[in-house]
């Protein structure tokens, strides 16, 4: 064979291998970026569990403390801001802004025995206490998805793919301040 066709066969070789490195290498950040948004979707069915156990919790609550209304008001504009979210980030906003508005509804039931005795007020106290821990779970999960992904598209030698097919960095969910970063004390 001649020099000129080794050559030429050498190239196409290397050739084949850095597409199919690069084939590997994108189908890899299709893969990260898909978990990501999975990910997210699984915070969100939480977040919708919770957004759809809060009007039956203001309506148990609303029978035994009719003259709470500014509480009751804020959790139920917590909730409308929650459905009007979008991304993340502000998601990550207005889960926490209803999380602290939940601390006063359940600080409202603490100078309510009666309530607190009521079963239909212990079961959806129960929910609810179940699906924060959900959403606890749902975020570190997220985070730690995100963590991967980002830390995929930003090492070499991703970064280059990441960048020639417009990968972009995601937000992680953040808590918020430290005054929202418990979940609703739903326990009396």
Known sequence: MATGTIIAIVLIVLLLIILVA???????LVKSRNFVENAWSQIDVQLKRRYDLIPNLVETVKGYASHEKETLEKVIAARSAMNSANTP???AEASNILSSTLKSL????EAYPDLKANTNFQDLQKQLRDTED????ARQFYNDTV??????I????????????????????????EEVREAPKVQF
């Open 89 to 91: 980030h502000e998601k």
């Open 22 to 28: 690069i084939a590997a290498m994108y189908n890899g």
């Open 154 to 177: 930003q090492t070499i030698p991703r970064n280059i793919i990441a960048k020639l097919f417009g990968f972009e960095k995601k937000e992680l969910f953040d808590a918020g301040p």
């Open 147 to 152: 963590t991967k992904y980002n830390n995929s």
């Open 106 to 109: 359940f600080a409202v039931a």
């Open 134 to 137: 959900k959403i606890a779970y």
